[in-house]
């Protein structure tokens, strides 16, 4: 009797792994691509359109108050207020890096789908058992790759904001 444990072996068709892996990543990368795209596009066009309208407000001349407060002058604040958050979250969240890398990990996992069932490329003339080795590996090295990226977008965007916290105390 052998004291020896014997590893399972497990045997994961492609088929398999690109739908249980490959596929679900990719809706999950464009689903995040384009939730973070769309904040990127908001808080833009939001400081663009303010930053063009304080200076054309602030030439505005107006007497027109309410309650006592000059209606202009509180647009132009309001307005002003407005863009500097927007400006100033976008530094803390990194929606546009984040966008671009979401994006070009989703389509880089649907371009190596494709090399490898095409057997073109890094696939061409490599056994199935070695082409869907190399598949998985760079799959898997894409996902992590993607994976060390939003970290480091996400560790910016901490120490982004501790530093703005550490401006604000001193």
């Not at 769309?38 to 663009?48: A, G, K, N």
């Not at 069932?117 to 898997?140: I, K, N, T």
Request: charged residues 20%; contains cysteine.
């Amino acid at each position: 009797m052998s004291n020896s444990i014997e590893a399972p072996q497990y045997q994961l068709t492609p088929e398999q792994y690109i739908s249980d892996r490959v596929e679900q990543y990719r809706a999950w990368y464009d689903k995040k691509a384009m939730r973070t795209k769309s904040c990127y596009m908001w808080m833009r066009t939001v400081s663009v359109i303010g930053g063009a309208l304080v200076p054309v407000l602030a030439n505005i001349s107006s007497k027109l108050e309410i309650s006592g407060v000059p209606v202009i002058q509180a647009l132009v604040t309001i307005i002003s207020l407005s863009v500097v958050i927007m400006v100033s979250l976008e530094s803390v969240f990194h929606y546009r890096e984040q966008w671009k890398n979401y994006r070009s990990t989703e389509q880089l996992l649907g371009h190596e789908k494709f090399l490898f069932y095409s057997r073109v490329g890094r696939y061409d003339g490599l056994s199935d058992q070695d082409a869907f080795r190399l598949f998985v590996r760079r799959v898997e090295e894409s996902i992590s790759s993607e994976n060390a990226a939003t970290l480091s977008v996400m560790t910016m965007a901490s120490e982004s904001a501790d530093a703005a916290k550490g401006a604000r105390t001193e």
